[in-house]
């Protein structure tokens, strides 16, 4: 079976344009998260996704950011009028059920670059 | 709020040598603990994860982590490392839902 995939996997932007980043979780896989990881940090958590329910958008660093998994699989994380703090990479990740103890399976990540 | 340290950003380690990765963690409620593993090029997978019981956690690739509570640590030790386990090393907790990620460990074995 097919792992979690991301697409595009670098994105290039000029400041002010908007992006859209697309994540195909593990079919039948319940929950989906995205992350922002900045070079040479850890993930940072910014939504999370049980089915078609956002259960928590807390760590959306602003209001031009917003994720949406309309029928509970495929996800779209978009950003607005990027700006170059948003230069990061993207990660999703998958996982079977709702509870965080279970395994998520990672993505190879969005590498944006906004200049 | 919980949060993740992770006190050597990079450890040096000749191959065939015992390493620790070290991890502490600070939470007001229980937490669940993990460490995945991002090798060059790949996406994180996961290594080994505490939920309950036995402290001492065995994992993947020869890898294992002990749970102290006392300490608020989740270190992460190997007897015996090889070239293949050149990688970062990310500690995380999640009290029930998200999951929050150290800054990691670069682990570089020296041959």
């Known amino acids: 079976g097919a792992g979690v995939s991301q697409s595009p996997r670098y994105k290039v932007a000029k400041r002010g344009q908007d992006v859209a980043l697309r994540c195909d979780p593990i079919?039948?896989?319940?929950?989906l998260f995205w992350y922002q990881q900045a070079l040479g940090q850890g993930p940072e958590f910014l939504t999370y996704?049980?089915?078609?329910?956002?259960?928590?958008k807390s760590g959306l660093p602003s209001d031009r950011f917003f994720a949406e998994r309309p029928e509970g699989s495929v996800s779209t994380l978009k950003i607005q009028r990027t700006q170059q703090e948003d230069s990061a990479v993207y990660l999703c990740?998958?996982?079977?059920?709702?509870?965080?103890?279970?395994?998520?399976?990672f993505g190879p990540g969005t590498r944006l670059t906004v200049l | 709020a919980q949060s993740v340290t992770q006190l050597d950003s990079q450890v040096p380690v000749f191959e065939e040598a015992p390493v620790e990765l070290r991890c502490n963690y600070s939470?007001?409620?229980?937490?669940?603990l993990f460490w995945y593993v991002q090798y060059p090029n790949q996406g994180l997978q996961l290594l080994l994860k505490?939920?309950?019981?036995?402290?001492l956690v065995k994992g993947i690739n020869g890898f294992e982590a002990e749970f102290n509570k006392s300490q608020t640590s989740f270190h992460l030790r190997k007897p015996s490392v090889h070239i293949s386990d050149t990688a970062e090393y990310f500690c995380?907790?999640?009290?029930?839902?998200?999951?929050?990620f150290g800054p990691g460990t670069s682990l570089s074995v020296i041959p």
């Open positions: 990740a998958s996982s079977l059920g709702s509870r965080s103890y279970n395994e998520q399976f």
């Open positions: 079919s039948g896989h319940v929950s």
């Open positions: 996704f049980q089915n078609e329910a956002q259960l928590d």
């Open positions: 939470s007001s409620v229980s937490v669940y």
């Open positions: 505490y939920l309950s019981g036995s402290t």
């Open positions: 995380a907790v999640s009290p029930y839902d998200k999951v929050i």
